[in-house]
């Protein structure tokens, strides 16, 4: 079982930058694929970015060029860097971990992120 904590979300005017944080439980967070996904209101929950066990990234193209993930296996945290925030970036943001970056396994409660124009 593997516990996920957000945390940095907040409210912030366009154009501003947000960094969240994720902490994973348990002792074998660098095995799993950790991913941030977003749902803004009457909208689906959308995967935002992935990294893999490995390193490699992946990025929703609404946030490629302007969004980083990053992940520090010491620390079981993986980090979400938001530069040139849009008010359309606004949702409530979830960390997620899995074997495989689609189809997480484990989810945290989840961060608001409020842009406004």
């Known amino acids: 079982q593997v516990q996920l904590v957000e945390s940095g979300g907040g409210l912030v005017q366009a154009g501003g930058s947000l960094r969240l944080s994720c902490v994973a439980s348990g002792s074998t967070f660098s095995s799993y694929d950790m991913d941030w996904f977003r749902q803004a209101p009457g909208k689906q929950r959308e995967l935002v970015s992935a990294?893999?066990?490995?390193?490699?990234?992946v990025y929703s193209d609404s946030v490629k060029g302007r969004f980083t993930i990053s992940r520090d296996n010491a620390k079981n945290t993986v980090y979400l860097q938001m530069n040139s925030l849009k008010p359309e970036d606004t949702a409530v943001y979830y960390c997620a971990a899995g074997s495989v970056y689609y189809l997480p396994n484990y989810w945290g409660q989840g961060t608001q992120v409020t842009v406004s124009s």
């Open positions: 990294i893999r066990s490995g390193g490699s990234t």
